[in-house]
């Protein structure tokens, strides 16, 4: 069976219980798991991936949380190392009546932060896994060496790189340097799953057709490019295949509902028959982005990014 690897941050989110109240009003927060690679991970290992996580939590209660979060959404803990260096990371968030959230993030630095590169020697991928990483961790030096060895030694066994960007302008210093560290990654990706508000900024284009386009450099074959409550659009080399429209649902909560597309994205291609990434997408396009899209829509309706995950089953029975 294919397996997905996802590699980066793992994370506690503090969610406020009130709302359209400035992050320092807040007087109470719950807290939940994140973090894009783990959120991802738990999507699709709930949904019956086989699944790895490669990331570093504090030797503390919340990085107890977060192993045992992972565990019980069937994600192997394996490659996820404990350190006394430093805390598990957080994030306190504040939310609109939209469910859009404004993020002050501690982690200086954190326990994935200082992961190390010697840590992925162990981490054996093959040509059939898929691995995922984001953006968040490509400012820290450790973590981004470690990446840069996954991303080598998953590109020499020819097997499927996801990149999401997930745009964290809070954990940089300069907006330029983000944006230029995202074009670097770029090429080194087969898929790359962008917002319409990321597009501009990574792109430096505002024409969106010409924004996609601009895209496919380097090894790039698919771009999936979401809109939130207005759906979503696949590309496959260069070529739109299909708009899948969004659904109509009363948002509470956005956090982890571009890591539940992505999860439900990257479960169904783990589990296409033995085709091409390309073969496979210009035969399922319809399917692959209605069920993402649901996904992701289901995922607003909640608070966090991983409570209430759905099975495959249920995810094909949700009524939204």
Not at 8 to 33: N, S, T, Y
Not at 95 to 103: A, H, I, M, Q
Not at 226 to 232: A, F, R
Request: net charge negative; charged share 25%; with cysteine.
């Amino acid at each position: 069976m294919r397996k997905l690897y996802t590699v980066g941050e793992a994370l506690i989110d503090f969610i406020p219980k009130q709302r359209e109240v400035a992050l320092k009003e807040v007087q109470e927060f719950e807290r939940r798991v994140g973090g894009a690679p783990l959120n991802v991970a738990c999507v699709a290992g709930k949904l019956g991936a086989e699944v790895n996580m490669v990331t570093q939590v504090g030797r503390d209660a919340f990085g107890d949380l977060i192993i045992d979060t992972l565990k019980e959404n069937n994600v192997d803990v394996s490659h996820v190392q404990t350190t006394e260096q430093a805390n598990t990371a957080l994030a306190f968030v504040s939310l609109k009546n939209d469910g859009e959230r404004d993020f002050s993030f501690y982690r200086k630095p954190s326990a994935d932060m200082l992961y190390k590169i010697e840590n992925t020697e162990n981490v054996k991928t093959s040509k059939e896994d898929i691995l995922y990483f984001g953006s968040v961790s490509l400012n820290t030096d450790d973590m981004r060496k470690a990446h840069d060895a996954l991303i080598e030694k998953h590109q020499q066994t020819g097997g499927i790189i996801f990149f999401d960007p997930n745009v964290r302008l809070p954990l940089w210093e300069d907006e330029a340097e983000c944006s230029a560290v995202i074009n670097t990654y770029i090429p080194h990706a087969d898929i790359i799953k962008i917002s319409d508000e990321e597009l501009e900024f990574i792109t430096g284009i505002k024409d969106e057709t010409e924004a996609v386009q601009s895209l496919f450099k380097g090894n790039i074959k698919v771009v999936v490019y979401t809109k939130g409550k207005n759906g979503s659009e696949l590309y496959v080399n260069g070529e739109k295949l299909y708009e899948a429209p969004g659904l109509n649902v009363k948002a509470l909560d956005t956090t982890g509902a571009g890591d539940a597309f992505s999860g439900a994205f990257l479960f169904q291609l783990l589990n296409r028959d033995e085709e091409s990434l390309e073969c496979f997408l210009r035969k399922e396009f319809e399917t692959v982005l209605t069920l993402s899209n649901r996904l992701g829509a289901y995922q607003t309706l909640n608070y966090g990014a991983v409570e209430n995950l759905p099975t495959y089953q249920n995810l094909l029975e949700l009524d939204i």
